[in-house]
């Protein structure tokens, strides 16, 4: 294999690696936030608005998970374009990815994706209910 080709491939499979690495760190981020905002209430005095404020980091992660997903299926596609370029192409080391958009789902539908949503739904729901109860009491 062309030294140049597999170099730039190289390239691509670090941006691929950090993309899974984001995402990995915002779940975690997600839970452990949401779960210190419910240790640190005060469960004789807690307001269903403190509660709500874990709904804005947990909707937000999961906007940004999701788009950590889409760079990540546009850089998967980069890199199959660089695999099967033949060996005497030029690799000119191009990270752009947009033409590559058109054959990945938006960024949108990834984010309601069942691998997403079967994480931040729940998480979400959780926060409802917990601030139903609250507001009832």
């Known amino acids: 294999m062309n030294e140049n080709k597999l170099k730039h491939l190289e390239f691509i499979q670090g941006v691929i690696n950090r993309m899974g690495q984001n995402s990995f760190l915002l779940k975690g981020w997600t ?3 949401v779960a210190g ?3 640190f209430a005060n469960i004789q005095e807690m307001d269903y608005r403190f509660i709500s404020i874990a709904l804005i ?6 906007l940004l998970d999701g788009y ?3 760079q990540e299926k546009l850089f998967r596609k980069l890199y199959d374009h660089v695999r099967i370029k ?3 192409e030029v690799i000119d080391f191009s990270m752009n990815v947009k033409p590559f958009a058109p054959e990945i789902s938006s960024w949108m539908r990834i984010c309601l994706s069942n691998t997403l949503g079967l994480f931040y739904l729940p998480i ?3 926060i409802v209910i917990t601030m139903a109860f ?3 009491y």
């Open 68 to 70: 950590f997903l889409w």
């Open 57 to 62: 980091p947990t909707i937000f992660f999961w």
């Open 134 to 136: 609250v507001y009832k």
């Open 124 to 126: 979400i729901v959780i």
């Open 86 to 88: 033949a060996e005497g």
């Open 37 to 39: 905002l419910f240790v």
């Open 31 to 33: 839970v452990t936030l």
